[in-house]
């Protein structure tokens, strides 16, 4: 069974600064892929950035990236120049086969003026 | 650039009552997936469709529940006889193809009350 963990309920970061999201998984697959989503208070889905499995380099989009560790199947998001609008639930979530996607809990991310 | 599209944006419904919830996925998608978002709480897995069929369910997905593509275009979630516990944020989503590096694009939910 896939598990996605998200051990960060809540965190904060001033604007402009940089903050890292936890996520750990478990899977017996071996190709897969990994997501950030971001859900503002409208509640819509948005996906911020997606890491395959089988790619060594850790993906990145802008002022977000991953550091994708395998081996310790952890899989962070990083957000550099944080601003307002990055306040959001972040959820992280995991895919394999190609099949449904399975989400963490989420980690309420407020950023600070 | 294309979007799921979802109907309505809130829809309150006595205890009991019929409803249905509707998606427009992104036309060149094949493959469609409902979830739901209970207040507070994870994403969960509903249903997948593919060629007018369920691929694949979660337990929530129970006899209550059914999915429906009744044109080109759109893809419905009913729910016969409403619960209190039902009451959540339902998203639709597509992609356009399986078992490639592809990405489910969510549509904007459904809240859905049930009182």
């Known amino acids: 069974a896939q598990t996605v963990t998200q051990s960060q309920p809540e965190m904060s970061v001033q604007e402009a600064e940089t903050v890292t999201l936890s996520c750990t998984y478990d899977?017996?697959?071996?190709?897969?892929?990994l997501f950030w989503y971001k859900q503002p208070p409208s509640r819509q889905m948005i996906l911020v950035i997606r890491q395959e499995a089988y790619k060594q380099q850790n993906a990145t989009e802008n002022r977000f990236s991953v550091n994708f560790q395998k081996a310790a199947k952890s899989f962070s998001l990083k957000i550099s120049d944080s601003q307002l609008g990055d306040t959001a639930m972040y959820f992280c979530?995991?895919?394999?086969?190609?099949?449904?996607?399975?989400f963490g809990t989420g980690t309420r991310l407020t950023v600070i003026p | 650039e294309p979007e799921v599209t979802q109907t309505p944006s809130h829809q309150v419904t006595q205890m009991g009552q019929e409803v249905i919830l509707r998606c427009v996925p992104i036309s060149n998608h094949l493959y469609f997936y409902w979830y739901r978002q209970i207040l507070g709480q994870k994403v969960e897995f509903l249903v997948s469709f593919y060629n007018n069929e369920i691929s694949e369910k979660s337990e929530i997905f129970d006899d209550q529940f059914s999915v429906e593509r009744p044109d080109g275009s759109n893809f419905t979630l009913k729910i016969r006889s409403t619960k209190l516990e039902d009451s959540a944020m339902y998203f639709c989503?597509?992609?356009?193809?399986?078992?490639?590096?592809?990405?489910?694009?969510f549509g904007p939910g459904t809240r859905l009350t049930v009182l």
């Open positions: 979530a995991f895919e394999a086969g190609a099949n449904n996607l399975f």
């Open positions: 989503a597509s992609r356009r193809l399986r078992g490639n590096p592809d990405t489910q694009y």
């Open positions: 899977t017996s697959e071996s190709n897969y892929y």
